[in-house]
């Protein structure tokens, strides 16, 4: 059974596309994440949801608009995709926000071209 | 600002040798720490955590960390490395009171060679 999962494992699109990444996780967690890898493999937080509200937005571009329907999806939407943002973007959750291990999805690659 | 700084980039060692991974971080008050591994094309999994209680913590595959407080360290360790754990390896730290944001360090590539 998949704890966190990601789709699409890979995306490829055009500079100016609009696009959208799922994420969907069935531990029962009530906070779910979404990080940024770069080039250099640098995690980075972008947003976080607990119970469908938003909880951190780390100064990502308003381009980045990320959608919780309920507490077990967090989907992220972005667009007119940029090169810069062509990079790994993993989803994560866990129990509570605070103090709790996150669990990671497989990672959705974004090239933009 | 907080940060999580890991000293050593790319470590290249041979089958069975000792590996220290360091990781230093910068925050005064109470922390969670963790040690996550990548392994080629692979998803982010926990190695290991600390939360309170024996600084030292063993975590899965054989890995082991020691928090010392004092020097604000997490030095990941494991004395006996297999090819198979050929990976990147990411320490991360969530503050007291902060909203689960987790600051991880900038990674640690490691080559075991067989």
């Known amino acids: 059974d998949t704890a966190v999962s990601q789709t699409p494992k890979y995306l490829v699109t055009q500079m100016g596309n609009d696009k959208s990444i799922k994420c969907e996780q069935n531990l029962g967690h009530d906070t779910m994440y979404w990080y940024k890898q770069d080039s250099k493999k640098f995690l980075k937080i972008m947003f976080s949801y607990n119970n469908k509200e938003l909880i951190i937005n780390e100064t990502v571009p308003n381009r980045f608009s990320p959608k919780s329907p309920d507490k077990a999806h967090l989907n992220l939407h972005i667009n007119s995709l940029e090169l810069g943002d062509s990079a790994v973007y993993f989803c994560?959750?866990?129990?509570?926000?605070?103090?709790?291990?996150?669990?990671f999805g497989p990672g959705t690659r974004l090239l933009v071209l | 600002a907080q940060s999580v700084s890991q000293h050593n980039h790319h470590v290249i060692l041979s089958e069975a040798a000792s590996l220290e991974l360091g990781c230093n971080y910068s925050y005064g008050g109470t922390v969670n720490l963790f040690w996550y591994v990548q392994y080629p094309g692979q998803h982010l999994q926990l190695l290991l955590k600390y939360f309170s209680g024996d600084p030292l913590v063993k975590g899965i595959k054989g890995f082991e960390a020691e928090f010392i407080k004092s020097k604000f360290s997490f030095n990941l360790r494991k004395p006996s490395v297999q090819w198979s754990d050929t990976a990147e390896y990411f320490c991360?730290?969530?503050?007291?009171?902060?909203?689960?944001?987790?600051?991880f360090g900038q990674g640690t590539t490691l080559q075991v060679k067989p």
């Open positions: 994560a959750s866990s129990t509570r926000t605070g103090f709790e291990t996150q669990y």
């Open positions: 991360a730290v969530n503050l007291a009171g902060n909203t689960g944001k987790l600051i």
